[in-house]
């Protein structure tokens, strides 16, 4: 047991510079959740082995189904991969993911689902995302863009304190 619950928090709203492009987005909210947990952070792209920079993915409706590939290059699909790093880290003891909005990767059924022709035609969840469902339903998630609003950020907070407790994490 530990002190503090731990978190997973997408690397890039820490600070680290592991985005597409090279960059980060830092968010000031998510290192503010410092004082009341361990903060894991967790690049699922750069976790299956993508590089940095890297070709941007997405999440493409082909044949009745959804997949996550690159936009550039179709035939590199890593749904499979995000997933099962989903399902690994979900055995990490964790109490709660904050995570980059909108992302193939952590989007919290907020990423673009495009068709073959690159036209949006929904959203969905990202890859990792849905592997961590699998394996911890009912876990606390929360967006970088909720995560900035006080009251949102609160019952986050809340929320993986009671998961965390009830888990036997803390």
Do not use: W
Request: hydrophobic share 40%; charged share 20%.
């Amino acid at each position: 047991m530990s002190e503090r619950a731990r978190i997973a928090v997408s690397a890039c709203l820490a600070g680290e510079k592991v985005r597409y492009d090279g960059a980060d987005r830092f968010t000031t909210a998510v290192a503010e959740l410092e004082s009341h947990f361990e903060l894991i952070p967790i690049c699922p792209e750069v976790g299956i082995g993508l590089g940095v920079p890297r070709q941007t993915i997405g999440l493409y409706h082909h044949e009745g189904t959804t997949r996550i590939r690159q936009h550039e290059a179709p035939f590199l699909d890593v749904t499979d991969d995000l997933i099962e790093f989903g399902l690994c880290q979900a055995g990490q003891f964790l109490a709660g993911l904050v995570v980059k909005a909108r992302s193939p990767s952590c989007g919290i059924n907020d990423a673009e689902i495009r068709n073959e022709a690159g036209d949006v035609i929904g959203t969905g969840e990202g890859g990792f995302i849905q592997g961590i469902r699998t394996a911890s339903p009912g876990i606390p998630m929360i967006n970088e863009e909720d995560i900035q609003q006080a009251e949102k950020r609160q019952a986050f907070i809340e929320a993986a304190q009671a998961y965390a407790s009830l888990q036997g994490y803390i």
